[in-house]
């Protein structure tokens, strides 16, 4: 699903925290979001599932468009939520059994039958590459489970809604470094079949897994390119030159 | 270079000073305590029995036992929790997971607040005025035990609201990202991990309602009937009540009576507390985040 932003503004109260973006995610790429704190990015991700009208004092203007819809025509926001899955810095394992953890989006969604749940179970913890460390224990507390363990819990809990666009936010910084590459395997793999919007304070992991990055800085979308490209110096502008050589961050 | 000096000396000893005398504070409370119970076993022991439990007064009420009194306070607190528990238990969800910020939940926090600070004589009047004449319901059972609920609302409401934000936000931020409504999200979620907290303020809640006397002394308790109560618009006895009645106003009463009805009405109120603790250490041990 591709994404679109047009001159996307964000505030909490008065206090504007993104203003004047304007960037598009083509289908079926992994799209990275870069930039110190504080940059707005955050605020970008969750513009994007409407999360502004659950949050007091979030407001936004400016068009978004999610698979070439304005997400301000959506009636039901819980149906757009359910189209996307979302990844927390914060690994937030339910305190639910694992399987009724990633069972929990096909329930809200109508699917009642073990029949019929058992299978999405199933292929969501394998694609969220945690199957194996858990089919022997379903019944197990989720929240109990390992961070890493719990941060792809997550990820099957996001699978499992079947989503189309998948966001992450800072995923890897409460989780241990094999866990983190095991997670960059399953969104490089991911990446064929769905859209995924990677904000990371860890530039590194930009370069290994996009193929577009977006910079941001204080509020504005500093520029927008071709990873390999800027990484190797050819930026439009200083500041992402500044940043990605470690000169401020 | 680590030898003790001067001040490391006095130090020390004030910290002993200062946990003496705290440790003696602490065990002043016990001994009020210790008192009550000690003289109530003491002087009302020998009257306890199951016949105590289970037969009615006799001989103007200086003989027998407190069955009907028993049976009243047991109706009273259950009709009384039938209606602050749903309303109580719901007002909490509401002002935990919905309620806004703005005027309306600042005043509904400031009513609950002062409702809680009412002088239950207080309480009695308006249960009189609004039960018992303006609804109609007379002096009975429900006029009692909806003065008693609107009494220990408070109660309720605010031990379900601290249960339900004991429960993380981050597990509310991911079901809502799921596409889960609030409904959804404190249906499988919140409530879930709730319960144990709710229940100690029902279980707390009802410790209170059992030992009131001035609420249901005008809206539905009577100093004695001689039959039990068959509906909630019938008049009742209870315990509290029939221990002010024979310890004021009845003549000839023997001297363990009173302290037998008092053991039997502090009996009912630490096993309702043993109860709550043991609840809540149970659940407190099954970790689950």
Redesign the interface.
């Known amino acids: 699903m591709e994404v679109v932003a047009r001159d996307l503004s964000v505030r909490y109260g008065r206090k504007v925290v993104l203003s004047g973006v304007n960037l598009g995610v083509r289908e079926r790429e992994i799209f990275a979001i870069i930039g110190p704190a504080n940059s707005g990015k955050t605020s970008f991700l969750r513009v994007l599932n409407r999360m502004d009208e659950l949050t007091t004092g979030m407001s936004y203007s400016g068009q978004v468009e999610i698979g070439g819809r304005d997400v301000r025509t959506w009636r039901n926001l819980y149906a757009l939520r359910r189209r996307i899955g979302v990844v927390f810095p914060l690994p937030v394992g339910l305190p639910l059994s694992v399987y009724d953890n990633v069972a929990l989006a096909p329930r809200l969604a109508g699917i009642t039958r073990r029949a019929d749940l058992d299978p999405i179970v199933e292929r969501s913890l394998r694609r969220a590459a945690l199957w194996d460390e858990v089919k022997d224990r379903l019944s197990a507390l989720g929240s109990l489970l390992s961070g890493g363990q719990q941060q792809r819990l997550t990820i099957a809990r996001a699978l499992s809604q079947e989503p189309k666009l998948l966001l992450l936010d800072e995923f890897s910084i409460a989780v241990d470094p094999v866990t983190t590459m095991r997670i960059e395997d399953v969104l490089k793999e991911l990446r064929s079949e769905l859209t995924i919007i990677l904000v990371t304070n860890l530039v590194q992991q930009a370069q290994r897994l996009a193929q577009r990055t977006a910079f941001f800085l204080t509020g504005e979308c500093v520029e927008i390119g071709d990873t390999e490209p800027m990484f190797s110096g050819q930026v439009e502008d200083e500041r992402t030159r500044d940043y990605l050589g470690g000169r401020f961050g | 270079m680590f030898k003790a000096t001067q001040l490391n000396h006095r130090n020390r000893q004030v910290e002993s000073l200062a946990k003496v005398l705290l440790l003696l504070v602490t065990v002043v409370l016990i001994v009020p305590v210790v008192t009550i119970l000690g003289v109530l076993l003491m002087r009302g022991a020998p009257l306890l029995s199951i016949e105590f439990l289970t037969t009615a007064p006799t001989n103007g009420m200086t003989e027998g036992g407190i069955f009907p009194a028993l049976i009243g306070t047991i109706w009273l607190v259950a009709v009384a929790l039938l209606v602050s528990v749903p309303v109580g238990v719901g007002a909490a969800i509401y002002l935990s997971e919905y309620a ?2 703005n005027w309306l939940t600042r005043i509904i926090n400031l009513a609950i607040i002062n409702l809680a600070g009412v002088p239950s004589i207080v309480h009695a009047l308006f249960g009189v005025g609004a039960f018992v004449l303006f609804l109609g319901f007379g002096t009975s059972i429900l006029a009692a035990s909806l003065t008693l609920a609107v009494m220990t609302l408070p109660v309720v409401i605010v031990s379900t609201r601290e249960a339900l934000q004991a429960v993380p936000q ?2 509310r ?9 609030r409904w ?1 999200t404190i249906r ?2 919140v409530l879930p ?1 709730s319960i144990s907290g709710i229940l100690t303020g029902v279980i707390l809640e009802v410790s209170r309602t059992a030992g009131e006397t001035a609420p249901i002394m005008f809206t539905g308790a009577a100093f004695f009937l001689p039959f039990l109560p068959e509906s909630v618009y019938d008049q009742t006895m209870a315990m509290s009540l029939h221990l002010f009645v024979i310890s004021t106003q009845v003549p000839g009463v023997p001297e363990a009576l009173p302290y037998a009805v008092a053991l039997v009405l502090i009996g009912m109120v630490l096993v309702m507390n043993a109860a709550s603790i043991a609840v809540r250490t149970y659940l407190r041990g099954k ?3």
């Not at chain 2, 931020?173 to 409504?181: L, Q, R």
């Open positions: 806004p910020d981050a597990f931020e991911a079901c809502w990202n799921m596409g889960a409504t959804q499988s979620v991990n970790k689950k985040w």
